[in-house]
């Protein structure tokens, strides 16, 4: 008797099957997607953007000074308008996208890699090290962080390099007190004091067993110090002490169009709605990645996805 089950489609990979779940339950959460979608332009054209509109940003006609927006005489690229020198404001837009997420971005993987590994040091070891870290993190955080930035900024030059340091430096303890505080949760739990008996060695089972069970919350708390920190950059750029012209940023140009709210509005209006909506877009995707990556939470949008 012949068998008459056919072979079935191989089945996906773990890695593309967690991909597609993911994917479903974040097509499923709505604000979450659009938010993504949004972020997911935001950084295409921080990439491509420049390469696309290299002069634009730059090109000056003093004719088309302040020229409103939607009046497409001028072109497509006038669609939100033009500054004080008559330069595109979409252009502007796109090539300080660049610029605001790369500040961003590098104060936030700065700080997270300063702050974790400092959390490992201090959550993991217990004593003189430890107390030593605590203390130094009890000092930063004992001064505001864009007062400190203004501080620091003030006498050093407000290059991006300085800009960025400033931002991670006045970012690490929260990463830091983040990672310790899940270090001495994770390191009493049993899986922890099996590999300590088997004579796993301390680097093994930090990087191995507490490192990867951190992760998560790390990765949801630097979505969230993401959106902070860009708002940090802006508030530099529009007090003077952020980049500099020619480089463009987002709250450079608000600052460049405070002068002119009562009769160009739209100067300062469209970059302060970029700043706005990548900060709630970051808000809620690190909302998305704190459920989806909580095995407590999961559930909500496993639910979702099989419904």
């Keep these: 008797m012949s068998d008459m089950t056919h072979p079935t489609a191989a089945a996906k990979p773990p890695r593309e099957h967690a991909l597609a779940e993911a994917f479903l339950m974040l097509w499923r ?7 993504a979608c949004f972020l997911l332009l935001v950084v295409i054209a921080a990439l491509f953007g420049p390469s696309l509109l290299p002069d634009q940003a730059l090109q000056m006609n003093l004719r088309g000074r302040n020229a409103p927006p939607f009046e497409l005489e001028r072109g497509w690229l006038y669609i939100l308008g033009a500054d004080n020198m008559g330069r595109s404001l979409l252009a502007r837009l796109v090539i300080g996208s660049r610029y605001t997420l790369m500040i961003a971005g590098s104060a936030v ?6 702050g974790t590994i400092l959390g490992l040091i201090a959550g993991y070891r217990q004593g003189r090290i430890a107390t030593i870290i605590l203390r130094g993190a009890d000092i930063l955080m004992s ?9 620091v900024l003030f006498v050093l030059a407000p290059s991006v390099g300085n800009v960025v340091l400033v931002l991670a430096l006045s970012r690490v303890p929260v990463y830091l007190r983040t990672c310790r505080a899940e270090v001495l949760e ?33 990765m949801t708390l630097a ?16 007090l003077g002490l952020g980049v500099q012209a020619p480089a463009v940023t987002w709250g450079l140009m608000v600052a460049d169009g405070r002068g002119y709210l009562a009769s160009a ?12 909506l990548t900060a709630i ?27």
């Design 186 to 218: 994770i390191r009493e739990r049993q899986f922890v004091k099996a590999a300590k008996v088997l004579g796993a060695s301390h680097a093994r089972i930090v990087f191995l067993h507490i490192l990867p069970n951190v992760v998560p919350t790390l």
């Design 29 to 35: 959460d709505k604000f979450a997607f659009l938010s």
């Design 281 to 307: 877009s970051a808000n809620l995707m690190a909302n998305w990645i704190r459920t989806a990556t909580d095995p407590a939470q999961r559930w909500r949008l496993e639910k979702r996805t099989r419904a």
């Design 109 to 114: 993987v700065l700080a997270l890699v300063v």
């Design 143 to 151: 001064f505001p962080s864009l007062l400190l930035a203004l501080i």
């Design 223 to 238: 979505t969230l110090e993401f959106a902070a920190v860009m708002l940090s950059e802006s508030s530099l750029s529009f």
């Design 265 to 276: 509005w739209w100067l300062s209006f469209w970059p302060g709605v970029a700043i706005s």
